[in-house]
């Protein structure tokens, strides 16, 4: 009986003692990873800040008002895609003289933080390897792969917004350890009440898309004015609710100094033809000709004089106005996008050397 109780008490202790061991091996194996979690987390704060030569070039960098108008998508549903912005003027040496390299780099190089107001959401990383002019500009292409983001894997540009609603957002834009660019614009909703109905809610922006119009020198010469448009309709065509685009036709007519200067190509007896679409952003634009038809407009056609461009469009109340003016045979910027006369670099309207904007009136 002594035996068989020694047994037991002994088959106890190594049945208690593999259990102990195996508590405890789980118990190292969650600190080690905690270690490696608080390690992830922690690298970026470790890191040294990226210092750029901002001497690199002669102007300050920016973000083009083109790139941040197809770029900046809010969809439907209410998510966001925010990649493929176009930056100018980026350095791309650091203080040190060495190159700053798009891979080991860029978690600190080309960053873009997500606020609603002053609170703070998200921030995305940025490939910035794609260069065009010299590397004057770059492009703000999402990472080919994964990034670690506190101590997570992360890719995409998506914030939602079902979660963080209605409101004012705002862009800012860091190369470096430098803010360089500010976009702002505003997130809005409408809602269905038809049971029926596939959406009953749809997210929609606005700002400069709503704002501002261009003329674009093409390398042809010729120029072309552009202007967006997007609708909010649920269903546009009645007898059938996958189609989503809204047919729209519109007519421009410039005025030089008071007089007949120029309308859209096929003239004003021919209005342009377009599909706008839902919710999303849509660019609308046609090259020019003089009002006697006779000659297409170019940047040499703009001599000094002041201008006045009225867009009608067939499903608008009123028409769109803009005005500028030509003054020694330049076309005179307005005071945002003059880097002289800007008084922000942050929200500098950037037209590079190709496009002209233009304020709604």
Do not use: C
């Amino acid at each position: 009986m002594k035996k068989l109780t020694m047994i037991l008490g002994i088959t106890t202790l190594v049945l208690v003692g593999t259990t102990a061991n195996a508590q405890l091996g789980r118990l190292k194996n969650l600190t080690k990873k905690k270690e490696r979690k608080e390690k992830t987390t922690s690298e970026g704060k470790d890191k040294k800040a990226l210092e750029l030569d901002y001497t690199t070039f002669k102007f300050t960098p920016a973000i083009t008002m083109s790139s941040l108008l197809y770029a900046t998508e809010i969809s439907e549903k209410g998510s966001t895609r925010l990649q493929n912005y176009t930056a100018s003027f980026v350095p791309y040496k650091k203080k040190d003289g060495s190159s700053v390299s798009n891979l080991n780099d860029q978690s600190q190089y080309l960053i873009i933080k997500v606020f609603k107001g002053t609170e703070f959401i998200d921030y995305f990383e940025y490939d910035g390897d794609q260069t065009f002019d010299n590397k004057k500009l770059r492009k703000l292409n999402a990472p080919s792969s994964r990034y670690q983001k506190n101590g997570e894997w992360a890719d995409g540009t998506n914030v939602d917004l079902k979660k963080w609603g209605e409101g004012m957002y705002r862009l800012e834009f860091y190369a470096g350890n430098k803010l360089f660019y500010n976009f702002d614009f505003e997130v809005y909703k409408v809602t269905n009440d038809d049971p029926y109905a596939e959406l009953n809610e749809m997210y929609l922006s606005r700002g400069a898309w709503n704002k501002y119009a261009y003329m674009e020198h093409q390398k042809s010469g010729n120029m072309v004015f552009g202007f967006y448009m997007q609708h909010e309709e649920f269903q546009p065509n009645p007898s059938d609710p996958n189609k989503t685009l809204k047919d729209v036709k519109w007519t421009l007519n410039m005025t030089k100094d008071g007089k007949p200067f120029a309308t859209n190509y096929n003239g004003l007896s021919k209005p342009v033809k377009g599909k706008v679409n839902r919710a999303k952003w849509t660019e609308m634009n046609t090259a020019m000709k003089s009002s006697d038809g006779k000659q297409v407009i170019k940047l040499s056609s703009l001599t000094d004089g002041a201008y006045k461009i009225e867009v009608k469009v067939d499903i608008e109340a009123k028409p769109r106005v803009y005005n500028f003016s030509v003054a020694n045979n330049k076309i005179v910027l307005m005071d945002e996008q003059d880097r002289s006369k800007n008084t922000d670099p942050t929200r500098l309207v950037e037209g590079w050397n190709n496009f002209y904007w233009f304020k709604l009136e």
